[in-house]
């Protein structure tokens, strides 16, 4: 069965750092774009990063990039580091690609930023 796995959600402190983890069972995700979101409580899932197939990279907030996307096609995984973590990073963030004409999600792992 295809599908994503997240992992690497936590609780930090605020000012710390996490790196969370999509790995593709099924799903070659080299041969895709990857793109992370994130949805806080309340509010709608919101777009993070995208690393594309090639391995160029965007963020949505490209002027003060906290955090950095990037792949490993040997473990055909695909990676978020986040610095510098504040409290309105708190959220459930998704892993997403489009796979076969499909978008797939990956179950979202838990991020909580105290202070």
């Known amino acids: 069965q295809a599908q994503l796995v997240e992992s690497g959600g936590g609780l930090v402190q605020a000012g710390g750092s996490l790196r969370l983890s999509c790995a593709g069972s099924?799903?070659?995700?080299?041969?895709?774009?990857v793109a992370w979101y994130r949805q806080a409580p309340g509010k709608q899932r919101e777009w993070v990063a995208t690393?594309?197939?090639?391995?160029?990279?965007n963020y949505a907030d490209s002027e003060n990039p906290r955090f950095h996307i990037w792949r490993d096609n040997a473990e055909n995984t695909v990676y978020l580091q986040m610095t510098d973590l504040q409290i309105q990073d708190t959220a459930v963030y998704y892993c997403?690609?489009?796979?076969?004409?499909?978008?797939?999600w990956g179950q979202g792992t838990q991020v909580t930023v105290s202070s």
């Open positions: 997403n690609t489009n796979h076969r004409g499909r978008q797939y």
């Open positions: 099924g799903i070659l995700l080299s041969t895709n774009g």
């Open positions: 690393v594309a197939s090639g391995g160029a990279t």
